[in-house]
């Protein structure tokens, strides 16, 4: 079964303090794999999206990694702000036609003054 | 450029009721794909629309069905609602031709409270 599990579940960290979430998936066979951040009450916006033969992808204060051997990506958070306080959501595409998306549960981080 | 536009924004219902939600794709997609989001969850796959016809669909029961106009907008309804079905309905619009690369874009969605 197609699965993608986030950890964290939750996360609270101070403004200006670095963090790493992450993303271990199952989806096969595997097109891409995507982050994206979701405002409460609000659509999710993407943040990055990597390929195969890709292994970091930086946004900005975000960087994305992709380990596709053993199937984890990572999203880190570069001095954080409160404004980075929402759910992030990790997304991975299969690779069969059309290829479904498969949604994890999304790790919520909270940043404090 | 309008982004992809989502109506109501939020709605009650009672249980046996039925709703209709309305989507408007980003300017230029031809793909609409509907996800249901309860509250801490991650969103759930309910069906995707191409030129009309649904092309793809996820474990939801014949009471969600869905519509695409001949302009790429779609409707999302949900008959006979249960208390289960209270969530946010998000709407998200591509483009056909970079299904698997391409971008996804997510409308801001509609809550959907069943009392």
């Known amino acids: 079964k197609n699965q993608v599990e986030q950890s964290p579940q939750s996360l609270i960290i101070l403004e200006g303090k670095n963090c790493t979430l992450q993303?271990?998936?199952?989806?096969?066979?595997?097109?891409?794999l995507r982050w994206y951040k979701q405002d409460t009450g609000r659509g999710p916006v993407s943040l990055t999206i990597?390929?195969?033969?890709?292994n970091t992808k930086s946004n900005g204060r975000y960087t994305a990694t992709l380990d596709a051997d053993t199937k984890q990506s990572s999203l880190h958070i570069t001095a954080s702000q409160l404004s980075d306080s929402a759910s992030y959501i990790c997304?991975?595409?299969?690779?069969?036609?059309?290829?479904?998306?498969?949604f994890g549960q999304g790790t919520i981080l909270t940043v404090h003054p | 450029d309008a982004g992809v536009t989502q109506s109501p924004t939020h709605l009650i219902k009672t249980r046996g009721q039925q709703v209709t939600l309305r989507c408007s794709p980003k300017s230029g997609h031809d793909t609409v794909s509907w996800y249901q989001q309860a509250l801490g969850q991650g969103p759930q796959f309910i069906f995707q629309?191409?030129?009309?016809?649904?092309?793809q669909r996820g474990n939801f029961p014949d009471r969600f069905s869905g519509h695409q106009f001949p302009n790429y907008s779609s409707e999302l309804n949900v008959n006979a609602l249960l208390l289960g079905d209270s969530a946010l309905y998000l709407c998200?619009?591509?483009?056909?031709?970079?299904?698997?690369?391409?971008?996804?874009?997510f409308g801001e969605g509609s809550r959907l409270t069943v009392l």
């Open positions: 990597m390929t195969f033969s890709e």
């Open positions: 998200a619009s591509s483009l056909a031709v970079k299904s698997i690369t391409g971008e996804l874009f």
């Open positions: 993303c271990n998936y199952t989806v096969s066979p595997f097109s891409n």
């Open positions: 997304v991975v595409r299969g690779g069969t036609s059309y290829g479904k998306l498969t």
């Open positions: 629309y191409y030129e009309e016809e649904e092309r």
